[in-house]
C-alpha cells in the first residue's frame, strides 16, 4: 500500500503533464472547443428525438431522458475505449525511448473522457429538470455506476490498447463492434416487448447494464436492487482484472511490435 | 556495491509473420499452422560489471546489439534470461529528437519531457529557465515546437536531459549536438557531468572519443561478447584493425597480433586516427 501511494507520488506530475497534452490535443484543433463536446452529444439526441419518438416515444414517459440516459452512457462508454485503444500505440516514441509506465498514457486518456463526460452530464439534468424529473437525494446513486463505467473503461482500454499493439484491424473490428453495442444497448427503444429471457439477455450487455442503472434512479425514481449493484460490480470488476492481468502479461513485449 | 552489474544477458527479439498482419489473417494462419515466429538474439552472455566513476565504451559494429543493450539498463526492455542490477538514478540520452509533440509549444513540451524524465514539478519550475536559455531558445518559447529547425530541437533535448545529476548516464552517440557553438558547450556540459563521478555508458562509433573518456571497453559483435576490459588501448587498436580487416579475434594472442597490426598501419600512414 505505502508503495502504491508512493508510485502515485512519483508520477503524479507526469499524470498532470498527459492530461494537460491530451486536453490541448483536442481542443485546440476545434475551434468550438469544449462546446463541441457538448453539442455533439446534444444534435445526436436531437436527430433521434425527431426520428425515434414517432415509433417508440409515443406511449413512453420521459422519452427525452429516456434517450438521452442511454447515449450519455454509450458516448463516454465509446469515446473511452476508442481513445484508450490507440494510446499504446500512439506513444510508441516516448516509451521506446524512455522507461515510463505504459498504462499513464491510457489513464490519461480516460481522464480527458470523463471530464467530457462530466460536462454532458450537467447538460443531461438540465434536460432532466425541462422534462419534468423530480430531483432528490437519490441521484447521488448515480456515483456507483459512473465509478462503475470508469473502471470497466479503463478494463477494456488495457485490453484494446495492448490488443491494438499486436493486431492493427482491431480498430475497423472494433467500430463494427461498437455498432452493433449501439442497436443492442436499447438507446433508443424499450426492452418491454421481448418475452422476460429476451429482456434477461440484455444483461449480458455491461453498457446496458449501466443505461439501465441511470434509467431507474432518474426516470423511475427507483433504487435498483442489491443484486443489481453486484452485476455492475461485477463488470466493472472482472474487465478491470482482466485488463490488468492482459496488460502485466504483455507489458514487456510490446517493444518487439512497435 | 556495484554501479551496474550484468550478469551472463540474453536479450532475444521475436520477429517473423506477426507484425501488422491483422487479427483476421493472424486466426486464419493459426487454423492453417502457418502461422511462424522468429527469433533474434541481439545480444548473448553478456556479462559485465561497472563501479562508481567508471566509464564504458561500448564497440561493436552495426547490429551488435548496442542500443538493445542500453535499453534493458534504461528498463525498457527486460533481459530474457540473466540478471541485470542498477544501482542508482538513470539519465539516458537515446536518439534525443524523438518523442516531442509537434503541435505544443517549447515551454510545455520542456514540462512534458521533464514529467517523463522523472523530475519533480518544484525541480522543473527552478531549472525551467536554465534549461531554455542552455538550448538558446529564450525567444522560442512560446512556439510550436514543430516550427523548431531540428538543430534547436536536439539542443531543447539536450539540455533538458544534461540539467540533473545523475548516478548514471546513458549516451548513445550523443555526445555532442547542435552548431559549432553549442556543440563545444555541450561537450562541455558532458565533462561535466563526466568529471562528478558519474558512472556512464558510452556508445559510440568515434573511436578516438571512446580512447578518451573511456576507462573499459565492451565489444559486442552480432550479440555475442567479445571482451570486456579495461585495456582501452590494445583493444580499441585491435577493434580499429577489425574494422579494416574484418577478422574476429577468437583469443588474447589474437587481440595482440590485430592490435599491432593496427600500429604498424598507423605508422605507415599518420591521418589514419584522424580519418575516424
Same mark, same amino acid.
Given at each position: 500500500m505505502k508503495q502504491i501511494v508512493e508510485k502515485c507520488k512519483k508520477y503524479q506530475f507526469l499524470f498532470e503533464e498527459l492530461v494537460k497534452r491530451d486536453f490541448k490535443e483536442k481542443y485546440k484543433r476545434s475551434i468550438l472547443g469544449m462546446g463541441w463536446s457538448i453539442l455533439s452529444p446534444l444534435l445526436t439526441l436531437l436527430v433521434m428525438k425527431l426520428i425515434f419518438t414517432k415509433f417508440f416515444?409515443?406511449?413512453?414517459?420521459?422519452y427525452t431522458t429516456y434517450l438521452f440516459s442511454g447515449n450519455l452512457v454509450l458516448a463516454y462508454y465509446k469515446e473511452s475505449t476508442k481513445n484508450g485503444m490507440s494510446s499504446l500505440v500512439n506513444n510508441a516514441k516516448i516509451f521506446t525511448k524512455i522507461n515510463v509506465p505504459k498504462y499513464m498514457f491510457l489513464l490519461s486518456k480516460n481522464v480527458s473522457a470523463l471530464v467530457n463526460f462530466g460536462l454532458t452530464l450537467v447538460v443531461y439534468f438540465l434536460f432532466c429538470a425541462l422534462d419534468g424529473i423530480h430531483f432528490g437525494f437519490r441521484m447521488l446513486l448515480l456515483i456507483y455506476p459512473i465509478v462503475g463505467l470508469l473502471m470497466m473503461n479503463i478494463g477494456i482500454g488495457l485490453i484494446l490498447s495492448a490488443l491494438f499493439v499486436f493486431f492493427r484491424d482491431i480498430r475497423y473490428l472494433y467500430e463494427v463492434f461498437l455498432t452493433l453495442i449501439t442497436y443492442v444497448s436499447a438507446v433508443f427503444y424499450s426492452v418491454d416487448k421481448f418475452s422476460k429471457t429476451g429482456q434477461r439477455m440484455f444483461l449480458f450487455n455491461p453498457v446496458y447494464v449501466f443505461i439501465k442503472y441511470f434509467r431507474c434512479i432518474v426516470i423511475d425514481g427507483k433504487i435498483p436492487s442489491l443484486e443489481y449493484h453486484a452485476l455492475c460490480a461485477f463488470y466493472a470488476l472482472i474487465f478491470l482484472i482482466i485488463g490488468g492481468f492482459v496488460y502485466k502479461k504483455l507489458n514487456h513485449q510490446f517493444l518487439y511490435y512497435l | 556495491m556495484s554501479v551496474i552489474e550484468c550478469n551472463n544477458v540474453g536479450i532475444r527479439y521475436i520477429t517473423g *509473420?506477426?507484425?501488422?498482419?491483422g487479427l483476421k489473417e493472424y486466426v486464419i494462419r493459426k487454423l492453417k499452422h502457418d502461422y511462424h515466429v522468429k527469433e533474434f538474439w541481439a545480444d548473448k552472455d553478456v556479462t559485465f560489471k561497472l563501479e562508481k566513476g567508471d566509464m564504458l565504451g561500448i564497440i561493436g559494429s552495426n547490429g551488435a546489439g548496442k542500443s538493445t543493450l542500453l535499453k534493458a539498463i534504461t528498463g525498457i526492455m527486460i533481459p530474457t534470461y540473466g540478471t541485470l542490477e542498477t544501482n542508482g538514478t538513470i539519465a539516458a540520452l537515446l536518439e534525443l529528437g524523438s518523442g516531442f509533440d509537434g503541435d505544443m509549444t517549447v515551454r510545455e513540451n520542456t514540462y512534458l519531457r521533464g514529467a517523463l524524465l522523472g523530475y519533480t514539478r518544484a525541480f522543473l519550475d527552478s531549472k525551467y529557465d536554465e534549461i531554455i536559455h542552455f538550448a538558446e531558445l529564450d525567444e522560442f518559447q *512560446?512556439?510550436?515546437?514543430?516550427?523548431?529547425?531540428s538543430g534547436m530541437k536536439s539542443r531543447l533535448a539536450f539540455s533538458i536531459a544534461c540539467l540533473v545529476n545523475p548516478n548514471i548516464i546513458i549516451l548513445d552517440e550523443v555526445l555532442s549536438v547542435g552548431d559549432g557553438s553549442f556543440r563545444k558547450k555541450s561537450g562541455d556540459k558532458m565533462k561535466e557531468i563526466l568529471d562528478s563521478g558519474v558512472t556512464g555508458l558510452l556508445v559510440s562509433h568515434t573511436i578516438s572519443q571512446v580512447r578518451e573518456l573511456c576507462n573499459k571497453v565492451l565489444w559486442l559483435d552480432h550479440g555475442k561478447q567479445i571482451a570486456f576490459t579495461n585495456e582501452v588501448e590494445l583493444y580499441c587498436d585491435a577493434y580499429e584493425e577489425f574494422l579494416m580487416t574484418k577478422k574476429l579475434p577468437k583469443d588474447r594472442l589474437q587481440i595482440e597480433k590485430l592490435a599491432a597490426d593496427y600500429i604498424k598501419r598507423e605508422e605507415e600512414d599518420p591521418n589514419l586516427r584522424r580519418s575516424y
Amino acid at each position: 500500500m505505502k508503495q502504491i501511494v508512493e508510485k502515485c507520488k512519483k508520477y503524479q506530475f507526469l499524470f498532470e503533464e498527459l492530461v494537460k497534452r491530451d486536453f490541448k490535443e483536442k481542443y485546440k484543433r476545434s475551434i468550438l472547443g469544449m462546446g463541441w463536446s457538448i453539442l455533439s452529444p446534444l444534435l445526436t439526441l436531437l436527430v433521434m428525438k425527431l426520428i425515434f419518438t414517432k415509433f417508440f416515444g409515443k406511449d413512453m414517459p420521459h422519452y427525452t431522458t429516456y434517450l438521452f440516459s442511454g447515449n450519455l452512457v454509450l458516448a463516454y462508454y465509446k469515446e473511452s475505449t476508442k481513445n484508450g485503444m490507440s494510446s499504446l500505440v500512439n506513444n510508441a516514441k516516448i516509451f521506446t525511448k524512455i522507461n515510463v509506465p505504459k498504462y499513464m498514457f491510457l489513464l490519461s486518456k480516460n481522464v480527458s473522457a470523463l471530464v467530457n463526460f462530466g460536462l454532458t452530464l450537467v447538460v443531461y439534468f438540465l434536460f432532466c429538470a425541462l422534462d419534468g424529473i423530480h430531483f432528490g437525494f437519490r441521484m447521488l446513486l448515480l456515483i456507483y455506476p459512473i465509478v462503475g463505467l470508469l473502471m470497466m473503461n479503463i478494463g477494456i482500454g488495457l485490453i484494446l490498447s495492448a490488443l491494438f499493439v499486436f493486431f492493427r484491424d482491431i480498430r475497423y473490428l472494433y467500430e463494427v463492434f461498437l455498432t452493433l453495442i449501439t442497436y443492442v444497448s436499447a438507446v433508443f427503444y424499450s426492452v418491454d416487448k421481448f418475452s422476460k429471457t429476451g429482456q434477461r439477455m440484455f444483461l449480458f450487455n455491461p453498457v446496458y447494464v449501466f443505461i439501465k442503472y441511470f434509467r431507474c434512479i432518474v426516470i423511475d425514481g427507483k433504487i435498483p436492487s442489491l443484486e443489481y449493484h453486484a452485476l455492475c460490480a461485477f463488470y466493472a470488476l472482472i474487465f478491470l482484472i482482466i485488463g490488468g492481468f492482459v496488460y502485466k502479461k504483455l507489458n514487456h513485449q510490446f517493444l518487439y511490435y512497435l | 556495491m556495484s554501479v551496474i552489474e550484468c550478469n551472463n544477458v540474453g536479450i532475444r527479439y521475436i520477429t517473423g *509473420d506477426f507484425k501488422a498482419i491483422g487479427l483476421k489473417e493472424y486466426v486464419i494462419r493459426k487454423l492453417k499452422h502457418d502461422y511462424h515466429v522468429k527469433e533474434f538474439w541481439a545480444d548473448k552472455d553478456v556479462t559485465f560489471k561497472l563501479e562508481k566513476g567508471d566509464m564504458l565504451g561500448i564497440i561493436g559494429s552495426n547490429g551488435a546489439g548496442k542500443s538493445t543493450l542500453l535499453k534493458a539498463i534504461t528498463g525498457i526492455m527486460i533481459p530474457t534470461y540473466g540478471t541485470l542490477e542498477t544501482n542508482g538514478t538513470i539519465a539516458a540520452l537515446l536518439e534525443l529528437g524523438s518523442g516531442f509533440d509537434g503541435d505544443m509549444t517549447v515551454r510545455e513540451n520542456t514540462y512534458l519531457r521533464g514529467a517523463l524524465l522523472g523530475y519533480t514539478r518544484a525541480f522543473l519550475d527552478s531549472k525551467y529557465d536554465e534549461i531554455i536559455h542552455f538550448a538558446e531558445l529564450d525567444e522560442f518559447q *512560446d512556439y510550436e515546437f514543430k516550427q523548431l529547425s531540428s538543430g534547436m530541437k536536439s539542443r531543447l533535448a539536450f539540455s533538458i536531459a544534461c540539467l540533473v545529476n545523475p548516478n548514471i548516464i546513458i549516451l548513445d552517440e550523443v555526445l555532442s549536438v547542435g552548431d559549432g557553438s553549442f556543440r563545444k558547450k555541450s561537450g562541455d556540459k558532458m565533462k561535466e557531468i563526466l568529471d562528478s563521478g558519474v558512472t556512464g555508458l558510452l556508445v559510440s562509433h568515434t573511436i578516438s572519443q571512446v580512447r578518451e573518456l573511456c576507462n573499459k571497453v565492451l565489444w559486442l559483435d552480432h550479440g555475442k561478447q567479445i571482451a570486456f576490459t579495461n585495456e582501452v588501448e590494445l583493444y580499441c587498436d585491435a577493434y580499429e584493425e577489425f574494422l579494416m580487416t574484418k577478422k574476429l579475434p577468437k583469443d588474447r594472442l589474437q587481440i595482440e597480433k590485430l592490435a599491432a597490426d593496427y600500429i604498424k598501419r598507423e605508422e605507415e600512414d599518420p591521418n589514419l586516427r584522424r580519418s575516424y
